[in-house]
Each structure stands twice: as structure tokens, then as C-alpha cells.
């Protein structure tokens, strides 16, 4: 049966595709737009930080469009997508009475707005929520091999979005345990797992690194109640703007009526409760708990369509925060509109006031995988991120962009340089020194193998560790400097000590292509009280020492 929506319907959403579109191509890349964009430009089935949806939304874009349109087209189009499958969701007649209310509720919701035109992970995430949520209701409603089999594609593709989809998934099945009877459920479970065997397969040929990062390395700090708990109950005030008093009392107004319902119930509830926990451990950022933005609109509309307090309400502090975030798009183009400096502001002045100076030079920067690909998106020349041992690793330290500037002149661009061959300073005021290196040299994925998971700290015993060269060259081992990083409990690098290591074969003088050499060290005595984590990293040519170890315990 075809879909048939509402002229009003069509109209309004009609505008807001436009409207999209126009702020899609006159707005000026975010730092992880540009990373995302740098994803794309080498197609893979995942990525150090997130799986492999938003690389393909940016590449479908760059079909059709070129510059900035060109990476956020598909967003703009799976933006108004989502708002169809939600206007779908809700099942009562009287909503074609308040299809002005309808949008209002929408376009009101901060980041479902600003996701309107960004393109960032949760822009895939939210459509397939929303359209997992619709599958999984016709599946209750008819439980076949057809409806198992579309949920099931579905599911997969929710996890291709971004890893949080996990939890849409998990809290959807809490509220509906009798799914582990179902052979149809079971059906969906193997489709989805079926189409999600080649991010399986990247995951483990790079040896698991996303998940070893976002579950493992990632640092963290002490608890703080303001930057922490406080925030996350911010965050549920600002995702909702004017409007959350009301949202909140609908959605606490709802009962559960049917498995539907139910879902949406615990979706919501079970993402809140899930992050509120999260806070007492680590900082939440907004974008974490979108997600529930697509089952409150459900929620909040159906409870809009028989109180006509709420409805009144939500409509008329709406309109006010709609004003307010049109405003603020306002600004996101022309600086003088927003109140603060924010990151669309004067990329492409910087990158083209530093290629007029350098050319088509490579440009290497020290610890920004923020920094690199916006320069490469505006400047079309090679960058690399050259990550050390007070950064993170990140795509950079896996994909081929290092390859691409070996041997080459390039310039060095840092933020901790004393005095470079030239300087700068980006729109945000922060200032950088730069340096030329006429032949780079780099080997940042060499990697050192220690085969304990927990050591006991003896500066007099001797030890061993391994080094694995990747590289398909010998390199020397006079090029390279090993260093011994004391971090905290939290993970946090607190001090850096060198490190002599010696091969435990004698007249060694390189490390062979693809080939394992060992190394005997003594653990440096370290000015910290008690470091909680020891890592082992490698300077090359005398560069910023590397993130080439793993985190390892001490006791």
C-alpha cells in the first residue's frame, strides 16, 4: 500500500529539505566532518573510531556534489527521511489535524535539527532507529520470515551506524522478552549478524582497535559531580531546548498500552538510566543520548493529540527555541550572528592563508586529527597526523596517509614548538610554530609487544619486550629512541622517561621487513608516586616519541 502524506505535510517537510540544503552547502566544515570526510577517502568496512555508515554517506554525497554539499547531501536527505518514519509511527487519524504542531515538536529538538545538515555518525543512527522502530512494529504485529528478515538488515545497518546502537537494540528486546522464542526473532539475529560478518572480519584483521580503544584506552579523569553527573542532567535539558518541561511531563504521563508502546518506553528510560549511571564514571557527551530523541517524539506527540495543554504548550516554546536555533544556523554562516566563536568559523581562511604561503607542500600536524583533514579538505594537499605519547590514536595511526608523505618536504606544524620557520594563527587564537623537514621520515606503526598484562614496578630486574615492523624496508636502529610513559590510574600520561633497550641478539643493527626483534630494558625510576600504567613508545629521527605500546597495569 503506497504512502500518502498530507499536502500540508509535504509542504512543510519540503521546506525544511531546502532549508537544509542551503545551510548544507554555506556552511563551513566541523573538525569531525572533515575526519569523517578523510574516512571516505579510502572506502573500508571500519574505521579506528566508529563503523564505516557515515564514510558512505560522505562518498554517495561526493557523487552529486562537490565542496561542503558534498559531504552532507545524504544527511540533509536522511534527515527528512526520519521525519517521515516518524510521522508514520504514530498511529491515530487526529494527527493530520496538528501536522503544524507535529513539525514544531521536530524542528524544535536541537540536535534532530542540527543533524538536519551535519553529517556525523548520529545522522545514519537516528534514520535507522527510526526505521528500526517502524520494521519492529510491523514484525509484532506479523510475525513472518519477511518482517524477520527486513529487521534483521535493519538491525545490521543500525550497528553500522554507530556502536551505541547496541543499546536501541538490547532495550528494545528487554521489553519484549518473548522474543527469545520467537524463530522469526532468531531469524532477524542471524540476518543481522550475516551482514555484519565483513565489519566483523575488519575488526579483527586490525586487531580489534575500535573496540580496544573506546573500551580499553580511552583516559578518563577523577569523578567530578559538575563536569560529569551535573552535565548529563544539562545535556537532557539542552537536547529538548525550551520545550523539555513539557516533553518530560508527556513523557512521564505515558503508559504502557502495547508492545509498541512499551518499547518505546523502555528505549527511552533504559538510555537515560544507562547514561545517568555512565556519568558517575566518565563525562557524557550530548550526542550519546540523542537516540531518545526519536521515541519522545513518538511519545510526546500521541500524548499532544488528546492534551491540549501540552500541545499548547510545546507549541508555543517551539516556536521560541526554533527562532532561537534559526538564529543561531544564521550564525553558523556569517560569525557576527553567534554569540561565540564556534568551529564552522574561518577554516577555510587559515588553510588558504597558509597553502598561499607554502604551496603544495605536504603538512604534517602534531597531535590533530581535527587539524589535518580539515587542511586537506580546503587545500587539497597531503597532511598526516603525527599522534605521540600525549595524544590518542586515532584513524591516522592505522590507514596509509603516513605513506603518502615519506620522503617528502614537508612542513611540521606544532603547537608546542618554541620557533619554526614560520607561524600562525587559526580564528580560535590559538597559534602554531612550523618548521620544514626537507626528507620526513616517520615509522609510527611499529608496534611494541609486551606479553604480560600486568607488571610489579623493579627498576633491578630486567625485562623484555618485543618490536613488530609492519613496514616492508629495514629501518635502522640507530633512527630509533625507545622512552617508558608513567601514566595514572586514569590513564593519563604523567611523566616520560627515556628508556635504553638493547637487543637481546648482539650486532643487530636493523629491524627486518615484517619481522620481530626482542629487546631487554630496565623499568627507569619515575618521580610519580604509585603510576598506575606503563607504556613503552618510539621516537624515529629524534620526532615526538609514538603510541606504539599498549597501556599496561602496575602494581
Request: hydrophobic content about 45%.
Amino acid at each position: 500500500m503506497p504512502i500518502r502524506l498530507p499536502k500540508l505535510f509535504l509542504l512543510l517537510l519540503g521546506i525544511i529539505l531546502v532549508l537544509n540544503l542551503f545551510q548544507a552547502h554555506f556552511t563551513e566544515l566541523i573538525f569531525d566532518e572533515a575526519y569523517y570526510w578523510h574516512y571516505a577517502q579510502n572506502m573500508a568496512w571500519g574505521y579506528f573510531d566508529h563503523p564505516p555508515m557515515v564514510a558512505l554517506l560522505v562518498k554517495i554525497s561526493s557523487l552529486f556534489f562537490k565542496g561542503e554539499l558534498g559531504i552532507r547531501f545524504m544527511s540533509c536527505v536522511l534527515s527528512v527521511s526520519t521525519i517521515i518514519v516518524l510521522w508514520l509511527l504514530v498511529d491515530s487519524d487526529e494527527k493530520r489535524k496538528y501536522i503544524p504542531q507535529f513539525f514544531v515538536l521536530v524542528f524544535s529538538m536541537t540536535l534532530l535539527n542540527a543533524y538536519g545538515f551535519f553529517t556525523l555518525p548520529d545522522t545514519p543512527l537516528l534514520f535507522f532507529t527510526a526505521l528500526f522502530l517502524l520494521i519492529y512494529k510491523k514484525f509484532t504485529q506479523n510475525p513472518s520470515y519477511l518482517w524477520g528478515a527486513v529487521l534483521g538488515v535493519v538491525m545490521a545497518a543500525l550497528m553500522y551506524s554507530k556502536y551505541h546502537a547496541v543499546l536501541v537494540i538490547l532495550f528494545v528486546l528487554l521489553s519484549n522478552l518473548r522474543l527469545v522464542t520467537s524463530k522469526f526473532a532468531w531469524l532477524a539475529v542471524m540476518v543481522a549478524l550475516l551482514c555484519y560478518v565483513p565489519h566483523f572480519l575488519w575488526l579483527y584483521e586490525n586487531n580489534f582497535v575500535s573496540i580496544r580503544y573506546h573500551l580499553f584506552e580511552r583516559p578518563n579523569g577523577a569523578y567530578d559531580f559538575e563536569k560529569y553527573t551535573l552535565g548529563f542532567l544539562i545535556n537532557l535539558v539542552a537536547i529538548f531546548g525550551l520545550t523539555f518541561p513539557w516533553i518530560y511531563k508527556a513523557l512521564f504521563k505515558t503508559r504502557s498500552s502495547d508492545l509498541f508502546v512499551k518499547a518505546l518506553l523502555y528505549l527511552t528510560y533504559g538510555v537515560l538510566l544507562f547514561f545517568f549511571l555512565s556519568s558517575f564514571n566518565r563525562r557524557v557527551q550530548t550526542q550519546w543520548i540523542i537516540v531518545v530523541s526519536i521515541p519522545m517524539v513518538v511519545l510526546v506527540f500521541q500524548q499532544m493529540l488528546t492534551d491540549a495543554h501540552i500541545r499548547k504548550w510545546i507549541y508555543r516554546t517551539g516556536i521560541a527555541t526554533i527562532l532561537v536555533l534559526l538564529f543561531l544556523r544564521i550564525g553558523l554562516i556569517y560569525k557576527p550572528f553567534f554569540p561565540i566563536y564556534y568551529e564552522t568559523h574561518g577554516n577555510r581562511q587559515w588553510v588558504g592563508e597558509l597553502k598561499s604561503e607554502i604551496g603544495d607542500i605536504p603538512v604534517i600536524f602534531e597531535n590533530s586529527y581535527r587539524n589535518a583533514p580539515m587542511y586537506a579538505f580546503y587545500s587539497g594537499n597531503p597532511t598526516f597526523s603525527l599522534n605521540n605519547y600525549m595524544y590518542r590514536r586515532n584513524q591516522y595511526s592505522i590507514d596509509d596517509s603516513e605513506r603518502k608523505v615519506q620522503g617528502k618536504k614537508v612542513l611540521y606544524v606544532s603547537k608546542y614548538m618554541k620557533k619554526g620557520d614560520l607561524s600562525f594563527t587559526k580564528v580560535d587564537g590559538a597559534k602554531y610554530q612550523a618548521k620544514y623537514i626537507p626528507n620526513f621520515e616517520s615509522f609510527r606503526k611499529l608496534e611494541v609487544v609486551v606479553e604480560k598484562k600486568v607488571w610489579i614496578l623493579d627498576e633491578e630486574e630486567k625485562h623484555f619486550f618485543k618490536v613488530y615492523n609492519p613496514y616492508d624496508i629495514d629501518i635502522d636502529l640507530k633512527k630509533l629512541k625507545f622512552s617508558m610513559a608513567y601514566l595514572n590510574d586514569y590513564k593519563q600520561v604523567k611523566e616520560l622517561k627515556p628508556l635504553p633497550a638493547h637487543p637481546v641478539l648482539e650486532n643487530i643493527l636493523s629491524l627486518k621487513p615484517n619481522d620481530t626483534l626482542n629487546f631487554t630494558f630496565k623499568f627507569p625510576k619515575p618521580k610519580i608516586e604509585n603510576p598506575g600504567y606503563f607504556r613503552i613508545g618510539i621516537s624515529e629521527n629524534n620526532l615526538p616519541h609514538g603510541l606504539n605500546g599498549k597501556n599496561i597495569k602496575l602494581e
